[in-house]
């Protein structure tokens, strides 16, 4: 028992934050008054928000197929430890096929390709100062203004979008495939009910040893209540492995599944 929760323990850890990359031999110098590394830093913290922006774009894709509509959404969950790359989103969708109606669950999940240096070497690939200080100047970004200038666009620079998208950790299973997925209410009704009160009913109970480190899990469940009323529960908190093993538990039998 105690080796298996040291596992679990252990496999929520964090990578450590990797030292900051120093500018290659090809950002060195000055590009039309642009300081190499200012504009290498401009240019790979560019490459990050595109990697996020797929990431984001590759999961909001997930879970309709093509002449398939959502009818509604499921839970869903966020794991964020404070590091960009580690940062996974997941959940259910509830999608039916536009010409027969038949409707099924479905699950998405989408990450990224989490060693850091890799977004570098590639960033490095795609390096060109000349022609990202040409867009600098026309986009009205001056040489004295680029130092710690954040969130500019590098939208006609050399072409990352293709070295990006293998990157990308993306799944999508679905309920006829893979009958687990339609599962997921079962564990949820046999919960007992939230102390809405604001007592904790497990005070005095064992509780599961925190996870240790800064990891924040997020888990929103739709439901109807209230008279019909469609409410959220939304739970979320730092280092608390239970969430951890209720997201386990309403998945529990996808990993089994092959795409």
């Known amino acids: 028992m105690l080796v298996a929760l040291a596992a679990l323990l252990l496999g929520h850890v ?7 990359n120093p500018a290659p031999a090809a950002a060195q110098g000055e590009f039309d008054g642009y300081a190499g590394r200012e504009l290498w830093d401009a240019w790979l913290d560019w490459v990050r928000v595109r990697a996020i ?3 984001t774009a590759a999961f909001d894709a997930l879970g309709a197929p093509e002449g398939w509509w959502i009818y509604r959404d499921g839970p869903s969950f966020e794991r964020d430890s404070g590091w960009w790359t580690e940062y996974v989103q997941a959940g259910y969708v509830h999608a039916c096929r536009r010409d027969d109606g038949s409707c099924e669950w479905i699950f998405r999940s ?3 390709l989490r060693d850091q240096q890799v977004y570098a070497d590639l960033a490095e690939s795609r390096f060109d100062g000349p022609a990202l200080a040409a867009e600098l100047r026309a986009g009205g970004v001056l040489p004295p203004d680029l130092a710690g200038h954040a969130g500019f666009r590098f939208e006609s620079g050399a072409p990352i979008d293709d070295l990006i998208a293998p990157l990308l950790r993306l799944r999508q299973v679905r309920e006829t495939d893979c009958p687990a997925v339609g599962q997921w209410q079962a564990p949820l009704a046999e919960m007992p ?3 809405l009160n604001g007592e904790r009913a497990d005070a005095r109970a064992p509780q ?3 996870i240790p480190i800064h990891i924040h899990y997020t888990i929103d469940i739709p439901m109807v209540a209230f008279g019909g009323a469609d409410v959220h529960v939304r739970i979320d908190d730092v280092r608390n492995a239970q969430l951890w093993t209720l997201w386990q538990t309403m998945t529990a039998g996808i990993e089994a599944c092959e795409d």
């Open 208 to 210: 599961t040893p925190p």
């Open 193 to 195: 009910p939230l102390p």
């Open 110 to 112: 989408a990450g990224l």
């Open 14 to 20: 964090a990578s450590p934050p990797p030292p900051p």
């Open 53 to 55: 922006e797929q990431r």
